[in-house]
C-alpha cells in the first residue's frame, strides 16, 4: 500500500556563486533597522595594523616597514612586505636609489623583487606618501620573528657604494592579524576600504566541515573605489590552506560610504582542526606578471549557531551572478512505498534583480539523521530566471523506507575551473505531513470554482529516431455557472524519472478562456523520447499559474496506459473537434509513384471546413507505418488558402520509400494536428509535434493503368486522348501532336497543388519524355486546358529518337508528382511522320 505527504513552504536553493540563506526575520530585521547597524559598528574597535619600525632619511622624511604577510603554496614560502614612504620634505624622493633586503635571523639572505604594481618611477614627490610593495621566496620553516628586514641606499660616497638606512627583527609583540570584533581599513593612497569578518558558520556533512563566512566591504574614502580582484583563503593553525569562493562581482565600484557584503564558502575535512584559523585576503594584480599579494588577514571565530539551515516555511536569500534572488519549496512530496521513498520537490526562483540570471548546475541532495545522503534529480537544462517572472524546477530523490528524518536538503556546488573543491552552498530542513497520493482525476477548487481534473489519456506517436509522449489534461466545470480555465503547468516523470522542463511543452486544445456548467476541455503535456525508451506509467505534478507569477499545487497524476492513435476506418470521416477549428478528413486514393532510386508513397485526402466561417484548415503531420512495424515521415501538403464553410480541398501526404516497399494492405497512416512550439502550427510552419492522432490502414495500391488513353483519372481532373501522332523532325528531336479532351469535377473547392503529366515515347528498348503542366497559370500553349477537343505539342527530345519510333511506339501518360510517376494509362501506335522539305 502506497503512502503519500505533502508539505509547502520550505525553502530550497540553488544557483550561484554564492547563496546567503538567512533566517526570513533576520534579512527583515537588517532592512528594517538601521539602529542595528549602528550598534554593530559601535561595538566594533578599529585596528590600525602594526608598523614595524620607522626609518627617518632626514629630519622630516621617513620610510616604514609595515604589512608583512606570508603567501603559502605547494612548492613554496613567500614574504610580502611593503615600504611606506613620507616626503615631508621640499623636493622629491628618488626612490629608485633606495632598496630593502631580508635575512634570516640565523643566517641566510633571500633575493627580494619588487611587486609589478609599484610606482615605476619611484618618484615620491614633496608632502605626499607612496607605498611600495616587495616579496621574497623564504624557507618554508621561517616564522615571522626568524626574519630581519633591511633598507638599503645606494651612496655612492659610503664604501661599497651602499648605506645602511635601517634594519628591524620582527619581534613577537608584531600582529598582522586583524582580531575578531575589529575592523580593518586597508588603505592604498586616498582610498580607504574599511573590512570586517563577521562570525563564521560551520556544517558537519559527511567527513567535511562546510563552512561559510561573510565578509563587509565599506568604501570610507572620498572617492569610488574599485575593488581588486579578491582572492580569499582560509589558514588552518597546522598550517593548511584552502581556498574559498567568493560571490564577489569583478569589477566592483564601491561609491562613498557605500557597503557590500561578501558570502565566502568552501569544504574542509573534519579531520582539520578549525580552532585558530584564519582568513587570508589576497588580492590578483593586473598585468603580464599578475601574482596574489596579501592585503590583510583576520583572526577567525566560529558562531554557536549555524546559519546553514534554513528553517521550514522561509524563504531563501542569495545571491545568482551578483543578483538577488528569493528561492523556496512549493510542494514537497513524499511517495512511500513498501520499497521506498519518492520524493517530489518544486522549487520557485524569484529574481528580485535587475537582470536575467541562468543557475548553475548544482548538485542537490537529501541527508539523513545520521549524515547519509541521496542524489536529488534535476533537469539538466540550463534554466534562466527572468526579472519579474517567477520560474520554477522539479527535483526528485528516493530513500529507504526505513530511514527517518529530519531530512536535510544540501545544495552542493561541484568542482569546476574555479572551485577546485565542492562545497555546500546551503541547506534547508525538510518536512513531510498531509497524506495524499498520485491520481488519475480530483476535484479541484480555486477562486473561481470546482473542477475536476483527470488525465483521460496518453498516446505514443512516432517522430523521426523519436516517439512522442501526449498526455491529455481533462478539466471539467463541475459549478452550475460558467467558470475560467485554470492555467495549468506541468512537471512530467517517467517510471518515476523526471523529464527535462524544456523539454515539456503544455497547450490548450481549444483556443477558449471560459468553461459553460458541465463543460470540458483538454490541455496535451507533450514531450518526445528515443523511440527504443520503454516505460510504463506517466505521472504528472500539476500546478495552476494564479495571480502574477505564483503557482497553487493541483496534485500528482498518474497514468498506466499508453495507447496507439486511434484506428479510423477508409470509409470512415475522421472528426477534428475543438472549436473553432472544426473539420473532417476522408480517405480518397494510395498509389505508389515510381522512381529512378526509390519510389513515393502517397495518399489524398478530402479535408472539409465544418465551421461556420471560412477558415484556413487545421495544418496535419503525419507518418506511414509499414506492416513490419517501420515509420516513414510524411510529406504533409497543408492548404494556405482560406476555404468557406462546408469547402473541400484536396490534402496529400507522400513519403519516399525504397524500392522494396510493397504496398500489401497493411500499411497505415498516422496523421494528427500539427503543433509548434506550444502552439497550433500554420500550414506553412515547421512542426515540431503533432496531437489527437489517428490512423487510417491503406489498402492496397490502388495504380490501375488503362490499356487505352481515356477515363486517365488524377484529382480532380479525368482526361481522354483522342489521337496522339508523332512526327520525327530530326534524329534526336519528336513533336507529339496530341487532341483530348480534359474534366475538372467540382469535388474540390480550393486546389493548391499544381497537377503535373508525364508524356512518354517508348520503343526499342528506349523512354524519352517531357512534363506537361495541367492548368499552369501562364498559359503560353504548353500545358493542358480544360475543355472539349483541345490540342497540344508536345517536344520531345533524345539522342537517336528515330529508332525508338521506326518499328512503332507506345504512348505513355503517367502522373508526375516530385519527379516520381505512375502510369496512368498507355497506347501502341505504329505510324509516324517526317515532314517534306
Partial sequence: MKKFAKTTGAAFLAGSMLLLPLPQAAWAAAADSKAASVTQAQALKPFAGTKLKTFMISAKSYIQVKDI???????????????????????????????????AFSGGKFTVQEHPDNKKSGIVEPSTTEEFKYYANINSSLNYTDLVFKVQKIDFSAPGYTRLIGQAAITTAYQNSVPSKHYYIIRKGNDKLKTYLQPGSKLAVSGDHQVRLRFEMENVGWMTYTVPNLQFYILTKAGHMVKLTSDLANPLNLQPGEKVVVTLSGAIKSSIDLNGTKLIVQAVSGGEQAIETPIAMYNLVWDTASSFITGENQKAQLKVSDNAMEAGIETLYVDRTETQNEWTVTLKWTNKGDTAVTLPKYKYELMDSRGVRYPVEVPDAEVQVVPGIDKEIIGSAVTPPTVDGPFTLLVRYPKDETNPTEYVAAAFKLNAEQATGPVEGKKYRNEYGLYQISVSRVERLPWGDQDLINAYVEIENLGSTSQIIPQITAALKLNGINVNEQDVKIMKIEDKIMLGAKEKTSYVVTTKVPYTYTFNELTLNLSEQTSGEAKATIGLFRADKISPATSVSIGSKHKIDSVGRRASLEFLNTYVFEGKDDDLLYAEFKYSNDETRSKTLPALKAYFKTSDGTYFEADVVNVKSQLKSNGT?????????????????????????????????????????????????????????????????????????????????????VRLDIRYTLDKTAEFDVLETARKLYVELEGNHLKYGKTVEVEPKQDDGSGLKVGIEQEIRVEIQGQNIANLIYNGYKVNIYEEIDGYKRLLGSKTNNSFQVPVP
Fill in 649 to 733: 480541398t484536396l490534402l496529400a501526404a507522400k513519403a519516399v520509400v525504397p524500392k522494396t516497399f510493397v504496398s500489401d494492405g497493411n500499411v497505415e497512416l498516422v496523421i494528427g494536428e500539427a503543433i509548434e512550439n506550444g502552439q497550433y502550427a500554420k500550414p506553412d510552419g515547421t512542426p515540431d509535434g503533432y496531437i489527437s492522432a489517428v490512423s487510417f490502414k491503406l489498402p492496397k495500391n490502388q495504380n490501375v493503368a488503362k490499356e487505352e488513353l481515356v477515363d486517365l483519372s488524377f484529382r480532380p481532373y479525368k482526361l481522354r486522348i483522342h489521337n496522339a501522332f508523332a512526327v520525327l523532325s530530326d534524329a534526336s528531336n
Fill in 69 to 103: 604577510f606570508f603567501q603559502y603554496d605547494n612548492n613554496s614560502k613567500k614574504v610580502f612586505f611593503t615600504l611606506l614612504v613620507y616626503n615631508g620634505d621640499k623636493h622629491a624622493i628618488d626612490f629608485t636609489y633606495y632598496y630593502p633586503e631580508v635575512f
